[in-house]
């Protein structure tokens, strides 16, 4: 059998043949990664694997914090699972969720955290009725990076790429990302400082008391 390595950009066809690609978008709550990650697994027809939801679906917590709202989730057998999963297919693997464990053998093409200005995760949220304190946690960890960090602890850092989808349009961010796959368009990974350009608007305070509150 003859491995083919395919270089960081490379159209991902070979004679005629198009090769199999697997990403990965995370990034806080609200940010859009679920719609546009739906929209890239459907350009592709490719499969889309919400790693929350499998987590939640398989049983794969171990409890449950109701004052923080949050699941505390078995990164072992999730990472079980999603080897499985992935391995399973032969089709496009877009694989979602605000946080991603480490794969055994998976090494995906490209990173996509997503980004969005705290202030539109705080309109968003609320219309998805989130709680106030759950809106400012995540609000908090858009802020501080947690998603960007994560993804660096996983990934390779070379792979890793932001984007900023403050303006909610996910057709043209599904675009963008599979033009960068396709390598038509080259950009190197801008890192996207929410807490300078807050200050600049002079709103960091406001959004800081938001989360203090």
């Not at 999603?82 to 990173?111: C, M, N, Q, T, W």
């Not at 599904?174 to 990974?189: D, P, Q, T, W």
Request: aromatic share 6%; net charge positive; glycine share 6%.
């Amino acid at each position: 059998m003859v491995l083919l390595k395919i270089p960081p950009g490379a159209p991902r066809t070979v004679e005629g043949i198009r090769l199999r690609t697997s990403m990965v978008i995370t990034g806080t709550p609200g940010v859009g990664k679920s719609t546009i990650s739906k929209i890239i697994a459907q350009r592709l027809q490719g499969i889309h694997i919400d790693c929350g939801r499998v987590a939640l679906n398989g049983g794969m917590t171990i409890e449950y914090d109701e004052k923080k709202e949050t699941h505390t989730i078995d990164e072992r057998l999730l990472s079980r699972r999603l080897k499985e999963i992935v391995a399973k297919y032969d089709s496009d693997i877009i694989l979602e969720g605000h946080f991603i464990p480490r794969i055994s053998g998976f090494k995906p093409e490209r990173v996509f955290v997503l980004r969005c200005h705290p202030r539109k995760i705080i309109d968003r949220l609320e219309e998805k009725s989130y709680s106030k304190r759950k809106i400012a946690e995540n609000v908090a960890a858009e802020i501080l990076d947690f998603c960007l960090n994560d993804a660096i602890k996983v990934f390779d850092r070379t792979k890793i790429f932001e984007i900023d989808n403050s303006k909610n349009r996910p057709n043209l961010m599904a675009s963008m990302i599979l033009s960068m796959l396709e390598g038509k368009i080259r950009r190197k990974s801008k890192h996207i400082d929410w807490i300078s350009k807050l200050e600049k608007e002079e709103s960091l305070q406001e959004i800081l008391k938001y989360i203090e509150n």
